[in-house]
C-alpha cells in the first residue's frame, strides 16, 4: 500500500523560510514523477514544482526562484525548500506521486498523478 506523508509546515512571517518533506512507503521514488501542489482557502489546488524521473524540474511562474524540488532516494522522500516566503503562498501543500514516467508539460497537472499525501500546512504572516 502506498502511503505518502508530508511533514515540515508551519506558521511563518514573511521573508522566512520551510523545508517540507513527503516520506514515502510501498513506493519507490527512483522512477517515477513527483510533484508538490498547494491549496489555498476558497481557491483551486495548483501545481508548484514537479520533478520527472530525468532529474528535471518544473516550477509555476509565482513560485520560481523561492522554491526547489529535490528528492533523496536513499530516504525515499521528497523535499520542497521555500524561501521568501510570501502571504499568498499561505495553504495546504500536498506531495503526489506517480510510477509512470510523465512528460515535463504535464508535471503540474494533477490529473496525472495517482498517489496523494495528506497535507501539511503552510501560514505565512505580513
Known amino acids: 500500500q502506498v502511503q505518502l506523508v508530508e511533514s515540515g509546515g508551519g506558521s511563518v512571517q514573511a521573508g522566512g523560510s520551510l523545508k517540507l518533506s513527503c516520506a514515502a512507503s510501498?513506493?519507490?521514488?527512483?522512477?517515477?514523477?513527483l510533484a508538490w501542489f498547494r491549496q489555498a482557502p476558497g481557491k483551486e489546488r495548483e501545481g508548484v514544482a514537479g520533478l520527472d524521473d530525468f532529474g528535471v524540474t518544473r516550477y509555476a511562474d509565482s513560485v520560481k526562484g523561492r522554491f526547489t524540488i529535490s528528492q533523496d532516494n536513499a530516504k525515499n522522500t521528497l523535499y520542497l525548500q521555500i524561501n521568501s516566503l510570501k502571504p499568498e503562498d499561505t495553504a495546504m501543500y500536498y506531495c503526489?506521486?506517480?510510477?509512470?514516467?510523465?512528460?515535463?508539460?504535464?508535471?503540474?497537472?494533477?490529473?496525472?498523478?495517482?498517489?496523494w499525501g495528506q497535507g501539511t500546512q503552510v501560514t505565512v504572516s505580513s
Open positions: 510501498g513506493y519507490s521514488y527512483s522512477r517515477s514523477a
Open positions: 503526489a506521486a506517480r510510477n509512470r514516467r510523465l512528460s515535463w508539460s504535464y508535471l503540474l497537472q494533477e490529473e496525472y498523478y495517482a498517489y
